[in-house]
Structure formats: C-alpha cells, structure tokens
C-alpha cells in the first residue's frame, strides 16, 4: 500500500523544501510557487439537483438536520462531487462491486476507510435521486442511508449531532477512499495535495544569548505544525493532513480575512508572518535532553499554497447548544481575499456553501454556480436567503469557499 505512505508524490508539488548538511548548511533552496493552476472540470459551473429531505416524525429523518448540512456542504464542493460523479456512475455499471475495501488496507485504516465508503454512497445517492424521485421515495431512500450514518457515528434514536463533528470525522476517510480508487488519476493526486490543505511554511530560528550557537538559526522547513522539523514532505499523508481552518473568538465584530490573513486570533490554521514563541525549552534535537536553553526557539508560519477550497468552522467560544451567538462575523460572500504566501501571492474566494446553526436547528444556504444566487434548505422547503444575515454573521457553524483564480 505504498500510496498510504505517499499519497501524495513530493515531485507534485511546484517547490522543494529546503534541505541542510550535517554542519548546517543549506544545500537546497526552495522555491516555492502558490499559485498552481486550477483545474475545471464540469462541476465547476454545474449546478446539482438540491433536495432536502423531509423531517420525519419518527426514524432516522427525525432531527437530521445536521445530515443534511454536512451533505449540502460537500456536494457544494465541485471538486468532490467530481469524484461523487464519477462513483455514481462507475456504480451503475458494475454494481456495489466497483467499489471493495481493498484486502491489504492495514487494519488501523479500516475503520477510515469504511466511513469514506458510506459518506461516498451517501453523497453519490442524494447526487443521483434528487432529479429522478419524487420527495416521498426521495425520502424513503435517504432514510436508509441515514440509519446507517447514525450506527457508523453512534447517534442513536433522534439525538443530534453537529455537522462539523461529522465532517472532522469522515473526511479523512473519504480522501482515503478518493486516494484509494481514483490512484491512477493526475486529478486525484492534485485534488489530495491543493484540493482544501492549506500548506504552510514553518521557519525556524532562536533568539537570546547564545543564538549564535543555535543549530535552529535561520533554519527553515516546510510542514504543517511548528513542531516537525525534519519530516520530509513526501512522507506526509495527505488523506489525514489538516484540511479544516477553525476560527474561534470570544466577542465583538471581526472580518473573516483578517482572521485568516493575521496573528490576532485563536484560529488553528494562521497565515501570518509574525515571530512566535515555541513551547519547546530543550536545546538541540534531543528530547530526553534536561539541559536548559540559553535561548528561545521561535517559530513563524507562512500561507505556501492556496487551496482551491477553504473550509472554515466558526466556533464561537461562549456558544451553549442554542445559545447566544458569541461573536460577528464579517465577510463579503462573493470576494474573500487570502494571502499573502510565502511567494508573495494572493487568491480570491467564492462562498459555496454556508450551513448556519439558530434555534437548536441546523439550514444551508446553497449558492447556484450558474447565476451566483443563494437559496436557504430548510429540510425540503427552500426558500430566498437574506444576504444581510451573512455580511453580518452571528450564526454560521461551516462557511465553504471556492478559488476564484
């Protein structure tokens, strides 16, 4: 299963990390180019037949609105719903037997991979039933696969969850499925590797009396946390790679761009290009080592790649299950600017998708790639959706966000 360990060949990517001698020296120089080109397959501009089901009285369709907008939220994404497509119609011709677990998947991915499978099904059915069934068949198909959600994620009865707890959960095993059965596809390695991770460049240094001995000094690594120094690209596994941007505030009236562009939050992705200090006091590499520092090791990230999707989870600290809203959010949903990378570049975003949370119940609202319009799903009931709810968010849980260029 080579492709679990690299998923993601380290030659895809348009920059290589710098590399250092055992005396220190730098042998490579990176260069790094955000940038990279947006591929634009058919889903692109292509709407899907939206349908919500039916709230239910009893059964699985009983307070599954939080099903419903994680489901609404990944069919907003283009590029998935690319692979939804394809396994829809794969399926159709082949049955149930185009897609098996593969029988030397390590038994630690197993559970992964069969959450990936289900989810997979799942989008792939609300994707082909929500043209060709009226909304009672439509509802009676979806119930089944429902059911079989709340065993997998062990939500019981008519107990809710919350749609981001679900997509935290079954998106590492849905890459791994799309890693798995789409593995000699170019698209499938670059949706793994730009399609929602946000790459970032951790550099290195210290600071105090002694830095001038610190093997850290002006050192740099490209890696997703500020604590792997040497993991080589290659030998990350993007399937399981962070891919979701959580800001989390406390009050007050923020802009979204400045919490994903600056150090002023608590977010757990930053794209910033300020010092900060680490956590870390031993010197050297040596983490058995009791010997205190001279100096402080400090640490910055820089935005490397720009994703072709940003999804964004707004946690708001003070928020009880149908409690206030915390804090503000401000944003303008057909331009959202992120940058600048490491090279210097910026990209602009269109919202997609925003699944909103208000009186103990989840809605989405789903923009029509055609005419740019948002339409809110209530269950089966659309309806308009204020705009002016989203320039001044209180409520959103899930915001999703399409590269423009």
């Known amino acids: 299963m080579e492709l679990l360990r690299t998923p993601v060949p380290q030659g895809l990517f348009p920059f290589t990390r710098d590399v250092f001698s055992n005396g220190g020296e730098k042998t490579v120089t990176a260069r790094v180019v955000s940038k990279d080109r947006i591929p634009e397959p058919f889903t692109v501009s292509e709407r899907y037949e939206v349908r919500g089901c ?39 011709l082949a049955g149930p037997r185009a897609f098996t677990r593969p029988s030397s998947l390590p038994a630690d991915r197993e559970e992964h991979y069969d959450a990936g499978a289900l989810f997979m099904r799942a989008l792939s059915a609300r994707y082909l039933l929500a043209g060709k069934l009226g909304q009672a068949a439509f509802d009676i198909q979806i119930e089944r696969i429902y059911r079989d959600i709340r065993t997998r994620f062990g939500v019981a009865g008519d107990t809710m969850s919350d749609p981001v707890d679900m997509l935290v959960d079954v998106m590492p095993g849905l890459r791994l499925f799309i890693a798995l059965h789409w593995s000699g596809s170019s698209f499938q390695k670059q949706y793994l590797a730009y399609g929602c991770v946000p790459l970032v460049a951790v550099t290195h240094s210290c600071a105090g009396s002694a830095a001038g001995g610190c093997r850290l000094l002006g050192r740099d690594s490209i890696s997703y946390l500020a604590d792997e120094l040497d993991a080589p690209l290659r030998d990350i596994d993007m399937t399981q790679a962070p ?64 994703p072709w999707m940003l999804y964004v989870t707004t946690q708001r600290a003070d928020v009880s299950f149908g409690g206030g809203a915390g804090y503000t959010l401000q944003y303008n949903p057909d331009s959202l600017t992120v940058g600048p990378t490491a090279d210097g570049q910026f990209a602009t975003y269109k919202l997609v998708c925003r699944v909103w949370f208000a009186h103990s119940h989840y809605k989405a609202d789903v923009r029509d790639p055609r005419d740019g319009t948002f339409t809110e799903w209530n269950f089966e009931t659309p309806s308009p959706t204020d705009m002016s709810t989203m320039r001044n968010d209180t409520k959103s849980r899930l915001l999703i966000w399409q590269r423009l260029e």
């Open 54 to 92: 039916s709230q239910g009285t009893d059964g699985a369709r009983v307070n599954c609105c939080w099903i419903e907008g994680a489901t609404h939220a990944l069919l907003s994404d283009p590029f998935i719903r690319y692979f939804v497509i394809d396994y829809g119609a794969k399926v159709e």
């Open 243 to 306: 891919w979701m941007i959580t800001v989390t505030r406390s009050g007050g009236l923020h802009s979204l761009a400045d919490l994903l562009n600056r150090l002023t939050d608590a977010s757990l992705v930053r794209f910033g290009d300020q010092w900060q200090l680490s956590d870390i006091t031993v010197c050297g590499y040596a983490v058995d080592s009791d010997e205190l520092c001279a100096f402080h090791r400090i640490f910055k990230k820089t935005l490397t790649t720009l």
